[in-house]
Structure formats: structure tokens, C-alpha cells
């Protein structure tokens, strides 16, 4: 009876043995006499079990990310497929947004940031590339160097050029699109809150930060360091960031898929005065997840430059997100993104308004002063750039008769009209 069961126990666990050897792409020949040498030396067939587990204990990190990603991947497309803009949106509870931002998305931002920059062999930059292209509908066509092989890494594929006449800058609008991508919202802004899309809300004063006021009377949501006087907390913020009664404040919202080109520019002539930047979250903001978390645009980690144009208030946020933990502006060379320690809640001014020579002129790049007032941008200019898909934030003020010529959802290139007065 005992030898019985010994031998049932063996031919189980030698049909395991096969089965893995055959699976590793072993021969049967050399397998059986493996199992012959060790029944010759009278070892136990489960010795070779026993040295090392087959099944490692998991570490809770990656069960948390596996398991976290594939609930709100799961929520996001059953949402997708009940998608209805007239509908109320189903906002996230408090709780799964916590769960959203415990996830470690910060440092998968910086270690694909690191991947990027590793150059690719040659004879591999054509087949990843091309399944790069495949995947997001990304049209080579435009692209300033055509060949694959140009780009040595990831890195430099996303950042890729456009040749200079495939995005030609509307003359006849006063306000142009700074991306290519999306537009998720545009309209005015009411009771100082900003609808990031339709239906979710933002605040504006978490959005820009703690405004001031200057003593030449212009607001530049400037630091203690360039202002004498801190608005009162009775005001409206909405009503502060405006130099004029007769005017209105306004604001569109631009999505960058993985797929579009990544640099953004200049929409106007305007002269930024100040660059503020938020650390903080790294979700994904795609228009299911900011139909889903509130107030997504504020948690995010961001980069707000502020100035003024020729009607008052204006600024340009660039938004971060899962993966584009790098948020480059050309003419500060000071500014650091995605960083590895930072302090929840902060902030950080850098002004450019008393900085002169300071400021210096990227190379290549045209039409960029640094003046005692701010730094100088022309309509169409290259500002800065993502590593991949993020958002670009417009919040300006101009006269009441302003009307955007836009449509919601509609596809949108740099320099293509937003609105005209």
C-alpha cells in the first residue's frame, strides 16, 4: 500500500516536471533521463520543489497597483459605454480618489522619463516607433525629419518637430489654439468657479493659487516678494483677476492625446509676468477621468504662467499627467518638474518682471524678449513642451462681445482660431 501511494506520488509530480520542461522548450529524451539519474540515486522526486518556490509570496505594492488599475480601468469603460453628455456626471467618492492618488504614479512618471532618454540600437527605432504610430494615429507626414531612424529615443520621437508650413497661425482671430488635441471645454467663468468638463467644477483660486495685488494696479497672482497688498477675502477672486467692469473671464481647455504633437505655443501676444508651479498628482487626465474626479486639474501637478495682453489678464497652464511628469518651458531654465520630494500643498513663484538680461533667448527660437515688465511672446511662438499627452488650461479676460468659434469635442491644431471679438 505504501509503495503504492510513493509511486502515485512520483508519476504526479513527474508529470508536473514534464510539463515544464516542455513548456521551457526541453526535450522529452532528456527530461525522462534527468528523472532516470534521480531515481538511480534514490532522491525524492520533490526535492527539486523544495530549494526554490514555484510561487513567490507577492509584495503588496503591485497587488495594489494591479489591482487598483484594473477597478478604475474597469469604472472608466463602463462609464464609456453609458457615455450620455446630457447626463449628470457620477462623480468619484473621496475615497476612491485617495486610492487614485496612492498610487506610486509620481515615480512611474520619472522612471518612463528615464526610459525615454535611453538610446535605442538602430535596427530597433523603426519597429517601436512604427508601433507607437499604429497605436495612436500618429501622422508622420508632418513630422520635420520623416525617418525613424533620426530619433534616438523615445524621447526625442515624442518632442518630434513639425515642419514649419503644416501649422500656419490664423491671422484674422486675436486668440489661437496653443496644441494640437481636443477641446474638453470653453465658456465663461461664473462665480469663480471653472468647469474642467461639463458638469465638474474647479475652483479658480486653487486653481491659480493666492492672488495679489501690485501697486501699479495690474494682478499678476504674484508672491509677497514683487506685490505690497493681498486681496481681500470679501472679493471675489473672478472679479480681481479682471483690470475692467466692462470685461469677462474666460477659458478653454485643450486635451494632447499620446498621439498629438506635444509642444505647445504661444496663443496670443501677451508678456508673461509669472511662473508658478504646483507640485502635486500625477492622474490621468483624460476626458473619462475628468469627467470622474473633481477638481482633477487642481490636484495635478502644474505650471502656471501668468502675464497680461492687450485686454487684461491672461495665462496659460500646462497640467501634468500620468507619464508627462516633465513640463518644459524653453525660456526658464530654472524650472524643475516631477521631483522627488515636495510639500503637499505648496507652491513655488519664480517672477520674471525685474529678471532684465536674465531671461535668455533659446536657440532657434525667435521673437522672445526679456523686458523689465516680463518676458515677450508672439502668436504662434513655441513656449514649451510635455514628454507625452497632457492638457493645456487658458483662463483670460476680454470684452463681454468675445465668442468662441469652437465646438465641444471637436479636433483642434496650433494656430487654428478659438474666438474672435
Known amino acids: 500500500m505504501a509503495l503504492s501511494l510513493r509511486f502515485s506520488r512520483v508519476t504526479r509530480v513527474s508529470d508536473r516536471f514534464l510539463l515544464l520542461s516542455q513548456q521551457r522548450g526541453r526535450h522529452t529524451g532528456e527530461s525522462l533521463h534527468s528523472w532516470s539519474l534521480l531515481l538511480v540515486h534514490n532522491q525524492s522526486p520533490c526535492s527539486i520543489f523544495s530549494d526554490r518556490r514555484v ?28 457615455w450620455d453628455e446630457r447626463a449628470p456626471p457620477s462623480l468619484a467618492s473621496s475615497r ?44 508622420m507626414q508632418e513630422a520635420a525629419v520623416e525617418d525613424l531612424h533620426h530619433y534616438k529615443n523615445l524621447g526625442e520621437f515624442f518632442r518630434r518637430r513639425l515642419k514649419p508650413a503644416v501649422r500656419p ?39 491659480l493659487g493666492p492672488q495679489m495685488s501690485c501697486s501699479d494696479g495690474k494682478t499678476l497672482l504674484s508672491g509677497p516678494q514683487v506685490s505690497d497688498q493681498t486681496v481681500s477675502s470679501t472679493s471675489s477672486f473672478r ?12 477659458h478653454v481647455v485643450v486635451y494632447l492625446a499620446p498621439g498629438d504633437y506635444h509642444c505647445f505655443h504661444s496663443p496670443t501676444d501677451w508678456k508673461v509676468g509669472l ?27 502644474r505650471v502656471v504662467l501668468s502675464g497680461q495682453w ?46 532684465g538680461d536674465q531671461v535668455k533667448r533659446p536657440e532657434g527660437e525667435e521673437g522672445m524678449e526679456s523686458l523689465d515688465r516680463g518676458v515677450v511672446l508672439q502668436k504662434g511662438q513655441p513656449v514649451g513642451e510635455f514628454n507625452l499627452g497632457s492638457t493645456i488650461v487658458l483662463l483670460f479676460e476680454a470684452p463681454k462681445n468675445f465668442t468662441f468659434c469652437l465646438q465641444p469635442g471637436q479636433r483642434i491644431r496650433v494656430g487654428e482660431g478659438l474666438g474672435s471679438l
Open 55 to 82: 510561487l513567490s509570496w507577492p509584495r503588496p505594492l503591485p497587488i495594489l497597483v494591479v489591482t487598483g488599475g484594473g477597478y478604475l480601468g474597469y469604472q472608466y469603460y463602463k462609464r464609456r459605454s453609458h
Open 275 to 301: 511662473r508658478r508651479h504646483f507640485p502635486g498628482s500625477l492622474m490621468s487626465v483624460n476626458p473619462g477621468v475628468a469627467r470622474w474626479v473633481k477638481e482633477l486639474f487642481c490636484l495635478n501637478e
Open 96 to 139: 476612491q480618489v485617495a486610492l487614485y492618488r496612492s498610487f506610486p504614479t509620481r515615480l512611474v512618471s520619472r522612471a518612463w522619463g528615464r526610459l525615454n532618454g535611453l538610446d535605442l540600437p538602430t535596427w530597433l527605432r523603426k519597429p517601436i516607433y512604427s508601433l507607437y504610430i499604429w497605436t495612436f494615429g500618429v501622422n
Open 239 to 250: 472679479d480681481h483677476l479682471m483690470s475692467s467692469p466692462a470685461s469677462d473671464l474666460f
Open 169 to 207: 497661425v490664423c491671422a484674422a482671430s486675436c486668440l489661437t489654439s496653443p496644441a494640437d488635441g481636443r477641446i474638453l471645454h470653453f465658456g465663461r467663468v461664473k462665480n469663480s468657479e471653472v468647469e474642467q468638463v461639463k458638469g465638474v467644477t474647479y475652483s479658480l483660486e486653487n486653481f
Open 310 to 355: 492687450q485686454h487684461g489678464f491672461f495665462s496659460l497652464t500646462a497640467v501634468g499627467a500620468t507619464n508627462v511628469g516633465s513640463i518644459r518651458v524653453y525660456f526658464d531654465q530654472e524650472l524643475q518638474t516631477n521631483t522627488p520630494r515636495y510639500r503637499k500643498g505648496s507652491f513655488y513663484d519664480h517672477s520674471y518682471v525685474s529678471l
